[in-house]
């Protein structure tokens, strides 16, 4: 089994909100504060109650604003002080992910350079601490996979430093593409950050998958709305039917302008970073460039952290995302006694069925060396050895 989590999304998110629900599900306060104090950032205090909405008990968290920053927030300054914090590398590196895509759907939506982005209301202190607090959160719920109902944008307008633009606003329309959206209820109901937090944890969007439930929590918004209670609900449990096969994210770029010297260590630096797998394909761009499709599989909690490896170290301006479903063979490694010295052995089975057994290339090419033959019958005599262990016929 593996435990699953549900954004029930019928009024919409919000950073707030997800921390409110994180903390009704048990998260303490004080653990929270103590985590977001690894951040350095001055000015602001972490504050929690009980609220309702429309009759609903919830928990309300509101980040206090005491001294508001002068000037503007670009993408670096965010990066700097990720960086220079005391926070868990993969909260570092997940936060810098999002704060990157939130500049990127800010960029597309102005017409500017990435690094010419003027953060606002996202920006603001408040929300720099909805964002990481919401990374903190929601990894302390050690979910194995995050679903998702459509999500619930609101309607009408909002008013924003820019001007005001219907709802959902640029920003939060981009943030959402691709994903089942609609629009009910007054006013905005999903801010940028409840979807870019919403969005970059939920690998599927639809009704509740069959669960048994353990806890809810129930995260409130800023006001009373009409018609249903102002909410985000968070389900927690363990997958009654576990999928029959795990899920992967199988992330790819494709590049016509990447040096073979950053390349070269990219592979390697993608397995550290949690890949499964990572791998090049060689592909034809526009132009009639050559170029090459880099592809990184990985679990889906290392989504994030993969991604900003890909755009910290190779040039491409943008990562297509999927999820995918794999089975894999329960794997075991068996040491056999050959001529050459001991050689490990790879064997995958299902059901109890051994499908495929194969020694391992190093130990062979080891041995081989040592003792001066040909690798071939290093892995020849190993795979009869494991054979005769197995009783087996060659």
Same mark, same amino acid.
């Given at each position: 089994?593996?435990?699953?989590?549900?954004?029930?999304?019928?009024?919409?998110?919000?950073?707030? &909100?997800?921390?409110?629900? %994180?903390?009704?599900?048990?998260?303490?306060?004080?653990?929270?504060?103590?985590?977001?104090?690894?951040?350095?950032?001055? $000015?602001? !205090?972490?504050?929690?109650?009980?609220?309702?909405?429309?009759?609903?008990?919830?928990?309300?968290?509101?980040?206090?604003?005491?001294?508001?920053?002068?000037?503007?927030?670009?993408?670096?300054?965010?990066?700097?002080?990720?960086?220079?914090?005391?926070?868990?590398?993969?909260?570092?590196?997940?936060?810098?992910?999002?704060?990157?895509?939130?500049?990127?759907? #800010?960029?597309?939506?102005?017409?500017?350079?990435?690094?010419?982005?003027?953060?606002?209301?996202?920006?603001?202190?408040?929300?720099?601490?909805?964002?990481?607090?919401?990374?903190?959160?929601?990894?302390?719920? =050690?979910?194995?996979?995050?679903?998702?109902?459509?999500?619930?944008?609101?309607?009408?307008?909002?008013? &924003?430093?820019?001007?005001?633009?219907?709802?959902?606003?640029?920003?939060?329309?981009?943030?959402?593409? =691709?994903?089942?959206?609609?629009?009910?209820?007054? $006013?905005?109901?999903?801010?940028?950050?409840?979807?870019?937090?919403?969005?970059?944890?939920?690998?599927?969007?639809?009704?509740?998958?069959?669960?048994?439930? #353990?806890?809810?929590?129930?995260?409130?918004?800023? @006001?009373?709305? +009409?018609? !249903?209670?102002?909410?985000?609900?968070?389900?927690?449990?363990?997958?009654?039917?576990?999928?029959?096969?795990?899920?992967?994210?199988?992330?790819?770029?494709? &590049?016509?302008?990447?040096?073979?010297?950053?390349?070269?260590?990219?592979?390697?630096?993608?397995?550290?970073? $949690?890949?499964?797998?990572?791998?090049?394909?060689?592909?034809?761009?526009? +132009?009639?460039?050559?170029?090459?499709?880099?592809?990184?599989?990985?679990?889906?909690?290392?989504?994030?952290?993969?991604?900003?490896?890909?755009? @910290?170290?190779?040039?491409?301006?943008?990562?297509?995302?999927?999820?995918?479903?794999?089975?894999?063979?329960?794997?075991?490694?068996?040491?056999?006694?050959?001529?050459?010295?001991?050689? @490990? %052995?790879?064997? =995958?089975?299902?059901?109890?069925?051994?499908?495929?057994?194969?020694?391992?290339?190093?130990?062979?090419?080891?041995?081989?060396?040592? +003792?001066?033959?040909?690798?071939?019958? %290093?892995?020849?005599?190993?795979?009869?050895?494991?054979?005769?262990?197995?009783? +087996?016929?060659?």
């Amino acid at each position: 089994m593996s435990r699953l989590v549900y954004f029930d999304c019928a009024s919409g998110a919000s950073g707030d &909100m997800i921390l409110g629900a %994180v903390v009704d599900l048990g998260l303490p306060i004080e653990r929270l504060r103590e985590e977001l104090q690894k951040l350095a950032l001055p $000015g602001y !205090r972490l504050e929690a109650c009980r609220v309702t909405r429309s009759g609903l008990s919830a928990t309300k968290v509101d980040v206090v604003v005491e001294a508001a920053p002068g000037g503007h927030r670009h993408l670096r300054h965010i990066l700097e002080l990720l960086s220079a914090s005391r926070l868990d590398e993969a909260v570092k590196a997940r936060a810098a992910a999002l704060f990157r895509r939130l500049a990127e759907a #800010e960029a597309a939506v102005h017409g500017t350079d990435v690094e010419k982005v003027h953060f606002h209301e996202v920006g603001a202190v408040d929300s720099i601490v909805d964002i990481v607090g919401g990374v903190i959160a929601l990894g302390w719920l =050690g979910a194995s996979r995050f679903v998702a109902s459509p999500l619930n944008v609101g309607s009408g307008t909002v008013t &924003m430093s820019h001007g005001t633009f219907p709802v959902p606003p640029p920003a939060t329309a981009t943030l959402v593409a =691709g994903v089942p959206v609609y629009g009910e209820g007054e $006013g905005e109901l999903l801010t940028p950050t409840g979807a870019l937090l919403v969005t970059a944890h939920a690998t599927e969007y639809g009704p509740l998958p069959a669960v048994r439930i #353990e806890r809810v929590g129930h995260g409130a918004g800023g @006001r009373e709305t +009409k018609g !249903r209670p102002n909410v985000l609900r968070l389900i927690v449990g363990e997958e009654a039917d576990a999928p029959a096969g795990e899920r992967v994210l199988v992330l790819e770029t494709e &590049m016509d302008d990447a040096a073979p010297q950053l390349l070269g260590p990219l592979l390697d630096r993608l397995l550290g970073a $949690g890949a499964l797998d990572a791998y090049f394909t060689p592909v034809q761009m526009k +132009k009639g460039r050559p170029g090459v499709l880099v592809t990184a599989i990985a679990p889906p909690a290392q989504g994030e952290a993969i991604e900003e490896l890909l755009f @910290r170290e190779t040039t491409t301006l943008g990562v297509r995302r999927q999820v995918w479903e794999r089975t894999v063979l329960d794997r075991e490694t068996a040491t056999v006694e050959t001529a050459y010295g001991p050689i @490990r %052995v790879k064997i =995958g089975r299902r059901a109890g069925v051994v499908y495929n057994a194969w020694p391992e290339f190093d130990d062979c090419q080891r041995a081989a060396g040592e +003792k001066g033959v040909a690798v071939k019958e %290093v892995l020849a005599a190993a795979l009869a050895a494991w054979r005769e262990r197995a009783g +087996k016929q060659p």
